[in-house]
């Protein structure tokens, strides 16, 4: 099997979202897995280019009906979320906890928690909400809890945010293949076309 | 005939040129007409968001190969060019000067200004260049000349810059039908599909 494809996103980027319901049916069109990787883009986040999209952007009204449109576009539910944005580092980390353990529940509980927050309008930033995801899939409440405080885990998180800046990620959704990023769900095509032919 | 396409752009906006490539043939496919309106996004630009894309993250190593790339999915000849950003206050003048006298005249003048940069590397900023690229039109170089100077143009200009900003514009390309905005060449698909069958 060929490479798998790199997926990072921060479970409070609608764009991420909108890429979370569209890569696998992707990758699989092409007979690539894809792996999940939970990020935090906040202020600790210091990309190589030294450039984020400033979060102002992201709260004006053009970018609320552009990602209302966009999923209408596509197709994929989706209510502009209250409050927004939210911190995020919760989620990552049990996402990320799940991932080494579990791969399949951790893209389960990342789903949940992207739909919970873009759909059901549910602020995922409170670990209780986040318990109640994990507990619809099955997961011990208690495992799970104790991962929110577990020093291990929160190094597990840092380590990946670390990885992922030193590959050049500096936004949400960013995939990566044979070495080469693509930014934002608009890029879908083009990474769609590399697994077709190739670099082009 | 159904009302025009609005389209916004930089004369140094890369995404700008390659939705110049791809906009008229979009807008024949439905009947309609596009009206073309060069802006420069410079630090007198405030949009009313209050937010610019930081001129940083175009000149990061991501972009450029995202506009390579860009334009070789799309088919469109594209070279990086340097120097990059450039002054586009002068093309920009030239542009709306000839629009009043003569759309067809300024469309073509506007190709001709960013083949010139995006293609050809040459340096749009530079007056000789643009009276170049003026000549090779038909156009009268004395004429031309003298529009760069004139109060009247540069005011002509301003009015258009404040225009754009009234109506919500904050970047290159830009697009507004029927009041509804669409920002970047990533949104020709959603403009497309508006055309197709109204707002959704």
Request: charged content about 25%; glycine content about 10%; overall charge neutral.
């Given at each position: 099997m060929s490479a798998p494809i790199d997926f990072y996103f921060d479970f409070s980027s609608p764009y991420g979202y909108l890429a979370s319901e569209q890569i696998e049916a992707l990758a699989a069109r092409h007979g690539r897995a894809v792996m999940w990787h939970a990020i935090v883009l906040d202020a600790q986040f210091q990309p190589q280019g030294g450039v984020k999209i400033p979060l102002a952007l992201l709260r004006t009204e053009y970018a609320r009906r552009d990602c209302e449109r966009s999923a209408a576009f596509l197709g994929i539910p989706y209510k502009t979320p209250t409050p927004y944005p939210v911190h995020t580092e919760h989620a990552a980390r049990v996402f990320?906890?799940?991932?080494?353990?579990?791969?399949?529940?951790?893209?389960?509980?990342?789903?949940?928690?992207f739909r919970a927050y873009f759909?059901?309008?549910r602020n995922i930033a409170e670990v209780a909400v986040l318990l109640e995801i994990a507990a619809t899939l099955g997961l011990d409440r208690e495992e799970v809890s104790?991962?929110?405080?577990?020093?291990?885990?929160?190094?597990?998180?840092k380590a990946e945010i670390d990885l992922a800046e030193a590959?050049?990620?500096?936004?949400?959704p960013f995939f990566i293949v044979e070495g080469e990023g693509f930014w934002g769900p608009d890029r879908l095509a083009q990474l769609e076309r590399w697994l077709e032919t190739g670099p082009f």
């Open positions: 990320q906890w799940l991932s080494d353990r579990n791969p399949d529940e951790a893209r389960a509980f990342a789903h949940g928690v759909v059901e309008g104790n991962a929110f405080s577990d020093l291990a885990t929160k190094a597990r998180l590959r050049g990620v500096f936004g949400s």
